[in-house]
């Protein structure tokens, strides 16, 4: 069965970073492409970031966030991370990793990353 867990998520001040991470099991992580979604209160899942499942990564970003977020992957530990830096309210939302060609089918609890003063 396919788990997805993410983690990192914290109450920060504007202008902060953080560094969001995700442990995945249940399937061959390296190689598939993997995303971070994110969703805030009252709005529908949105997509932030993918990094491809090559030995030589290829990003893409939802331009809300390109020049303040990377992603990233460690395929030895079967994890994708999300730094996060300059940290803006508009960013408060659960923040959740998955694989598009999985089906997106099973989804973890998400990690709450709240940016308020």
């Known amino acids: 069965q396919v788990q997805l867990v993410e983690s990192g998520g914290d109450l920060v001040q504007p202008g902060g970073s953080l560094r969001l991470s995700c442990a995945a099991s249940?399937?061959?992580?390296?190689?598939?492409?993997m995303s971070w979604y994110r969703q805030a209160p009252g709005k529908e899942r949105e997509w932030v970031a993918t990094?491809?499942?090559?030995?030589?990564?290829?990003?893409d970003y939802n331009g809300s966030v390109k020049g303040r977020f990377t992603i990233s992957r460690d395929n030895n530990k079967n994890a994708v991370y999300l730094q996060m830096n300059s940290l803006q309210p508009e960013d408060t939302a659960v923040y959740y990793c998955?694989?598009?060609?999985?089906?997106?089918?099973?989804w973890g609890q998400g990690t709450q990353v709240t940016v308020s003063s």
């Open positions: 998955n694989a598009r060609a999985l089906g997106l089918r099973d």
């Open positions: 249940g399937f061959t992580f390296s190689r598939y492409a």
């Open positions: 990094v491809s499942g090559h030995s030589i990564a290829s990003t």
